[in-house]
């Protein structure tokens, strides 16, 4: 009985049966959509009342390819989408009006386009963490897939030699992610829902960058996540103190009995990448973990 193995399988797999369907005879049944194999029908995949299907298969394959990346936790990179590295900050401003409200917002773009280099900068240090023992990646840079700050971050880990995520999502206008993702990470979502889940499912420290309704959208979820108790805090770094006073007055909530004190305490204000780092390394000191 040395020599008896038993098969591991018996059925033929999906890929099998879907080349043998594409290969059969055409008759009026066969050419008929619904002798289609259920998982190779667009049609069907694409009704209505297929939205939980199409849910499942949005929160299950990204966490496929990060399982066969070993990838086990990451550094997340929120922020605007507008905000230019400074040489075309300042082309943006050479091309401005000599006076009106164009060349007001491309002087306060000049502003910020400094921290495109910083968001580049924290990418290229958080991309040398070391693997851990059982060969596992940690603070893989992730971001939203975009230009300006999201470029600035997979291209800080593309600068190391280090790979990167991309969730985009798509929109009405045409996209497509920045050249310094990772080809293998990079991911397409329909549902912002889902999107936003892989965002956090993984995180372990999130630098949230000056940023319009879509950073807002994000940010704040989190704030929320963690303010309810359903995940557990993590680093929140707001870059940009300056911006984030300005456009959102934190300790009004407080005084208008909205939040409480303590949650001011959610997140910390950087100004510089190593500050960053040195805070999202001290949290997690002596921790064991990330």
Not at 189 to 206: D, E
Request: charged share 25%.
């Amino acid at each position: 009985m040395t020599d008896t193995k038993v098969p591991d399988r018996v059925f033929p797999r999906a890929k099998q049966d879907a080349e043998t369907a594409a290969h059969g005879v055409t008759t009026p049944q066969t050419a008929h959509p619904a002798y289609r194999l259920a998982f190779q029908d667009m049609d069907f995949l694409l009704r209505e009342d297929l939205r939980p299907v199409r849910f499942q298969l949005e929160l299950l394959k990204p966490e496929l390819i990060l399982e066969e990346a070993k990838i086990a936790s990451t550094f997340v990179f929120y922020g605007s989408a507008r905000i230019p590295e400074p040489v075309k900050a300042q082309a943006m401003l050479d091309a401005a009006p000599a006076d009106g409200p164009q060349r007001k917002i491309a002087e306060r773009l000049v502003e910020k386009s400094r921290y495109y280099d910083v968001a580049r900068e924290l990418a290229q240090m958080v991309s040398n963490f070391p693997l851990d023992e059982a060969g596992m990646r940690h603070f893989v840079v992730t971001s939203g897939g975009g230009p300006s700050i999201m470029e600035a971050a997979n291209r800080g880990a593309l600068d190391v030699g280090a790979e990167s995520i991309a969730l985009n999502i798509v929109l009405p206008h045409e996209q497509a992610p920045n050249p310094y993702v990772t080809p293998a990470l990079s991911m397409q979502f329909h549902y912002f829902a889902l999107r936003k889940m892989h965002f956090l499912l993984h995180a372990r420290a999130l630098a949230a960058f000056p940023g319009g309704f879509g950073t807002f959208d994000e940010l704040f979820e989190l704030l929320t996540l963690i303010q309810t108790g359903k995940i557990k805090p993590i680093p929140i770094l707001l870059y940009g103190r300056a911006f984030w006073e300005r456009v959102v007055d934190f300790p009004a909530l407080v005084e208008e009995g909205v939040i409480s004190e303590r949650d001011l305490s959610l997140f910390t204000f950087c100004e510089t990448a190593q500050e960053g780092w040195d805070i999202v390394r001290k949290y997690y000191e002596g921790a064991g973990t990330v």
